[in-house]
């Protein structure tokens, strides 16, 4: 037996209005903070790795700890707060990035039964048009037919 509506859950239309608002909400306070950098300019600065980001965590140490150590050519109060900033924002891109993985579910199990049932109407307008002989089903099948191209092999004709 095949699995139909596996997603069965569905947003209120008060739930989608919360959402809609959340995330305007959310793009409105990043958009304060953001640059828009070109892909040029975002290949130049790109991501730090894990070895230059260790190097910043042991950098912070040692300016904490022994501040007698470090270069007076710096503004520690700003290197601080590019520090907290960047914490923040990667740890708020898990998160979202987990939010995105849980609507792609969504999506992706809605796609699923939205397709599963389009099929089961395809065959069952090709059912009606072959014994029911009502007028319709035959123009629904052959605007639907497009979609299903040929692909398998033809067999061959014998002479």
Aim: aromatic share 10%; net charge positive.
């Amino acid at each position: 037996m095949p699995l139909d509506n596996l997603a069965k859950n569905h947003f209120t239309a008060t739930e989608k209005q919360q959402l809609d608002g959340a995330i305007t909400t959310i793009l409105n306070i990043v958009e304060a903070h953001t640059y828009n950098l070109t892909p040029k300019e975002r290949s130049r600065y790109g991501k730090i790795g894990d070895q230059k980001r260790l190097f910043i965590d042991k950098v912070r140490d040692i300016q904490k700890t022994q501040t007698n150590l470090c270069s007076p050519d710096i503004n520690w109060n700003e290197f601080e707060a590019d520090y907290q900033t960047r914490q923040y924002a990667a740890n708020k891109l898990n998160q979202l990035e987990s939010v995105a993985t849980l609507l792609l579910n969504i999506k992706i199990l809605h796609d699923y039964d939205n397709f599963n049932d389009a099929l089961l109407d395809y065959r069952y307008c090709g059912y009606k048009n072959r014994f029911g002989n009502q007028n319709g089903f035959e123009q629904k099948i052959i605007s639907l037919k497009g979609f299903f191209p040929k692909t398998g092999k033809r067999k061959k004709k014998e002479s």
